[in-house]
């Protein structure tokens, strides 16, 4: 392994603090921690323990405020139309993400020249007949489209629902640490396409002809053939889609300390991070912490998508998006925590599905995202919480 410099020596306490940060915060009485971090949660770091909590701020305005969003309301031109396409939501020049709720086989192929696309399917099932083969794809796949790729979904039925990651930088997997090769997945457990040329004959307009649609400086280009431009009988190479499961995903987890998103991390490239939080153990030692601090993550703009599962036993809303931009202080109220501790039990587990990106750029929400801006913000997390639907399961702090 490569051998690790020391990660900082310049530590100082100064004031009321917890030696161990993130363990036992009852031992400050009410004082409230709070975390300012850089790199993510790999850089320099400070915890400060405050009279307040942070994030009950009496109003914020300006651009930099969080989004939440109903993706249930996002309705791309693919969910109407055979030809149509996704609706890009959020954007910076390393990564946009768009959404896409396709109900019928693709009229055209797709191939995309600006960057990689990383497809999260949360909702459908169907194929991506690829250039390489066909991708099958179920609810909480991965779908990884390299730059280049020529490619159709075909759904089984008329109800999809994609989320879309595309990175101008060649997207890999995120390095976690010396977990060994088989941890958090075996690469063995990814799905890699045969060709299987089934000319079904689809991808064609009415005339007849097969367009590919090609996507540059996000400004479209088609060619038009008399022939089905995915033909390959045969490909070699170490350049490939590929698809793995969330559920292939075995995540890291401590008994002792509540481990930071980081460490679910799957892909990335060296300005966007894409991660998932995923069932899993609560931490259960006396002294631990299930919830993590307030926090203001400074050098990324967090965006999260609710996948599936509840906030411990809290019903929360199925493709709720939000971005919480780096500045402000995000983190559950502390009376939310202290209610939903008290139906914590010895081994209980988390069960919720969130798919999360964090990026080193700000990331500039479309119009068409801003349009379905909830209104009502119930938490300011910036996470499954904020779309907690049954708000009368306790009581919300009065922050306006
Ligand atoms: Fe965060």
Redesign the pocket.
Known sequence: MDIRPMRSWIHHSRGTVLRQAGVARHEVGDLHEDMLTRHGFEGRDAHLYRRNEPTAWKRAEGSGNHLDIDGRLLEPSDLTHANGGPLRLFHNPDVSIWVSRRSANMTYSARNADGDELYFVHEGTGAFYTEFGPIPYEPGDYVVMPKGVTYRIRPTGPVNYFLIVETTEELGFADIGPLGRRAPFDPALLYVPSPALDELGDGRTEDGEWPVRIKLQGEYTSAFYDFDPIDAEGWKGDLFPFKINIRDFRPITSDRIHLM?SAHSIFATSTVVVGNLLPRPLEAAPDAEQF?PY?R?MDYD?FMFTHSGTALGLPIAPASVSL?PRGLH?GLPTSVEEELRKNIKPGDRADFEFIFVDTAQSLTPTPEAQAKKREEQIFRV??GPATITDNDAFEVPDND
Do not use: D, R, W
Request: proline fraction near 22%.
């Open positions: 998103p993590p926090h993550n967090e919480t995000h910036g996470l």
